[in-house]
């Protein structure tokens, strides 16, 4: 198996599990296993064995994955004291695991020692020389994780040091230095890393770090110019409080920035966006659009200036190719948008249009985010209103008038009903629809009346509708926004409409929405403003 310098140790399975509302079933932990060997780690830490039934059942089906580069690692603890590493539960549930690796994590701070064992110091380096040679002789790799290591090493060096010694002393193959209550800086991790390599040459260090201090990324990094080559993490940095250290930064960070190899083939730095996502997926978390790298924000521009920088050298505001990490460079259309904004949009959904036409929609969308709109997250009305911006462009139909009553009447309920007058090819077309609302009874009216010429709408299907009140401290005269998602087999867009009047508001996202989309089924406009396959 080919080892890179840095090996990156993943621990989402355990440790990311560990954040808020996450549950992964044995399912869900396979899944991203298979993911995670596809990337190239070195390592998998599976869960705890010990702890519950589920991580037992990972345990038991993931020796019939064929994994190609990850070892695959169960995580417990040391044996309680007094006792032996043969009569612990914790221990023998590592060895049942049957893993090729195991990693311990012992008790490094004095604190911890004292208040929470309730134990001695010579006992504590006791259980953990004694755990690690146990586990050592039945064949096992070793990982031993100090925790509380830095925060232990302020309050008594001498002892931190002691218990290192007592995990070398039981043979471990790396002693990884925890930094678990995250609240360590960059200058003392190195600092602390270099005190360890002079005390115990030779041997090989990794780190553990965690987020309380916005740090966990940075002080991983500092610990590998520092020398320790394992870093263990997680995918999007999931994990209890504040997350640990984010594995979509620092392994494009060793990889592209420190030009230290981590993964078996470079190459594989193209599967980390969608891995990133899928995890997030399969955790049922929304993707964090802001992360670095893989957040689906992260190469987005929006400033004028910055857009026209970039249309004459894409250099020159992303400090990195996107395509590197498996992702890609979006221009946002908003109030601060420029010409190159428009025109760049056009380009990126495959429409032709000119200077003038762009000037002409960018005043229309400045005009219309001061009215409230937002364009960010409803490319399907760019596109739409840069399709309308297109010389001889004819409306597929246009809007006489409509009427929404809504009844609440005994023995019926509640009762919407919509009433839709359109001049469409040239005919007046008067239909009604009810619906279990006024937005809904709007919809299949407009429906109605154009099915006949546009059957493709029949496949359109309302998948999300979204209100936001603008200014709440105008009640009920508020400004609503309204965001409506449509999905057409598995092209699914996003439009938007705003104004006092929510109907109306709701009636312009409609608009936009079944007019992009019968323009999409006609191959009229790029299919680059829908998320799908």
């Known amino acids: ?155 008594d060096m001498e002892y931190a040091f002691d218990t290192l010694q007592a995990a070398q002393d039981g043979g471990a193959d790396v002693l990884v230095l925890c930094d678990t209550n995250g609240g360590s800086m960059p200058w003392e991790i190195a600092a602390f890393v270099q005190r360890v390599q002079a005390a115990f040459p030779g041997v090989q260090l990794g780190i553990h770090t965690h987020n309380d201090g916005e740090m966990a990324v940075a002080n991983s990094l500092a610990a590998v110019k520092a020398g320790v080559t394992q870093v263990q993490g997680t995918i999007n940095g999931y994990g209890e409080r504040c997350g640990n250290a984010n594995l979509c930064s620092i392994i494009p960070d060793l990889q592209l920035k420190m030009q230290i190899n981590c993964l078996p083939d470079p190459h594989n730095l193209r599967h980390l966006t969608f891995l990133s996502r899928t995890v997030a997926e399969i955790a049922n978390l929304a993707p964090d659009n802001h992360l670095a790298y893989v957040g689906k924000s992260a190469f987005a521009h929006k400033g004028g200036i910055h857009v026209a920088a970039i249309r004459r050298n894409v250099d020159s505001y992303q400090h990195i190719d996107p395509a590197l990490v498996g992702n890609e460079m979006r221009v946002l259309v908003s109030d601060l948008s420029g010409r190159g904004n428009l025109l760049s949009k056009a380009e990126e959904l495959g429409l032709d249009v000119g200077n003038q036409e762009a000037m002409q929609v960018l005043e229309e969308i400045k005009q219309l985010e001061s009215e409230g709109f937002v364009f960010e997250g409803a490319e399907a009305s760019v596109a739409i209103r840069m399709h309308r911006a297109r010389p001889g462009y004819k409306s597929i139909f246009t809007l006489i008038d409509f009427i929404v009553i809504v009844e609440d009447r005994r023995g019926r309920g509640n009762i919407s009903e919509a009433m839709v007058k359109l001049e469409v090819d040239g005919d007046i077309v008067h239909t009604a629809a009810e619906g279990n609302g006024p937005v809904n009874a709007l919809d299949l009216a407009l429906r109605k009346a154009l099915v006949p010429l546009y059957p493709q709408l029949t496949d359109f299907q309302l998948v999300d509708y979204k209100v936001r009140i603008l200014d709440s401290q105008n009640a009920t005269a508020a400004t609503t926004r309204v965001l409506i998602d449509t999905q ?46």
């Open 488 to 533: 057409s087999g598995s092209k699914r867009w996003s439009t938007v409409g705003a104004g006092t009047n929510i109907i109306r508001a709701s009636w312009l996202a409609l608009v936009d929405s079944i007019e992009y989309g019968i323009c999409l089924a006609q191959g009229i406009v790029d299919e680059r403003a829908t998320i799908g396959d």
């Open 1 to 155: 198996m080919n080892t890179p310098p840095v090996a990156i140790y993943d621990t989402t399975l355990r440790d990311g599990t560990q954040r808020e509302n996450i549950s992964l079933s044995v399912a869900d932990k396979l899944k991203i296993t298979r993911l995670l060997d596809e990337l190239g780690v070195a390592y998998i830490e599976g869960g705890w064995p010990g702890s519950n039934p589920k991580d037992v059942a990972y345990f038991e089906q993931v020796r019939g994955l064929d994994l190609k580069h990850a070892k695959i690692s169960a995580f417990g603890s040391t044996c309680r004291k007094n006792s032996h590493p043969a009569d612990d539960e914790n221990i023998q549930a590592l060895v049942d695991a049957q893993t090729p690796v195991v990693t311990v994590v012992g008790k490094t701070s004095m604190l911890h020692v004292t208040d929470v064992l309730q134990t001695t110091p010579q006992e504590n380096c006791r259980m953990i020389r004694e755990s690690l040679a146990y586990l050592k002789s039945l064949g096992k790799e070793v990982i031993y994780d100090a925790e509380h290591f830095f925060d232990g090493a302020k309050l």
